[in-house]
C-alpha cells in the first residue's frame, strides 16, 4: 500500500491555520489547485459523512467523504469516492500541531491508498507535490502577508 506523507511549517499559530482549513468545504479558498466545491445534499461542512464534491482547476472532477474531524486535535480524515486518478481506497489525513516556539505550526498530510504497482511512484510523487505540497505552499504565502 503507497503512503504519501509530507510536512511543512507554517508562521501562524495552529489555530488560526485550522480556522483556514478546517471547513471540508473551502478548498477553493485556500489550496490554489481548486476552482470550485460544494457539499452535497446541503449537508453540512463539518458533518462526518459529509461528502464534497470539487473541480481542479484543469477541470477534473473528484468526490471525497469526510471521516474525521476533530476542533480539538486539529485534523481532518477524508477518504476520496471518485477521482480521475488510477487508485482506489484513499483515505488522507491533514494533521496541524502548534510549535510552541514562535508560534509557528507543523503541518503533516498523509494518505495511503491502493493502486498497479506500476503507478504507484507517480502518484505518490504527484499527490505529494501537486496536491500537499502545493496546500502547504499556499498556506505559506498567506501568513507570510
Known sequence: MPRVYVSSVINAPAPSVW??????????????RI???RIENGEPADKI????????????????KLLGLSDYDL???????????????YVATLRLTPVTDGDRT??????????AEEA???????????????GFDALKRHYAR
Open 75 to 89: 485534523f481532518c480524515t477524508y477518504a476520496i469516492l471518485e477521482s480521475p486518478m488510477p487508485l482506489t481506497d
Open 35 to 37: 476552482r470550485e466545491c
Open 49 to 64: 459523512g459529509a461528502v464534497r464534491d470539487f473541480r481542479l482547476q484543469n477541470g477534473d472532477r473528484i468526490r471525497e
Open 120 to 134: 504507484a511512484d507517480d502518484l505518490v510523487a504527484g499527490i505529494g507535490q501537486n496536491v500537499f505540497q502545493a
Open 19 to 32: 480556522e483556514r482549513v478546517r471547513d471540508f468545504n473551502a478548498l477553493p479558498r485556500w489550496h490554489p
Open 106 to 115: 507543523f503541518a503533516e498530510w498523509t494518505a495511503e491508498f491502493e493502486c
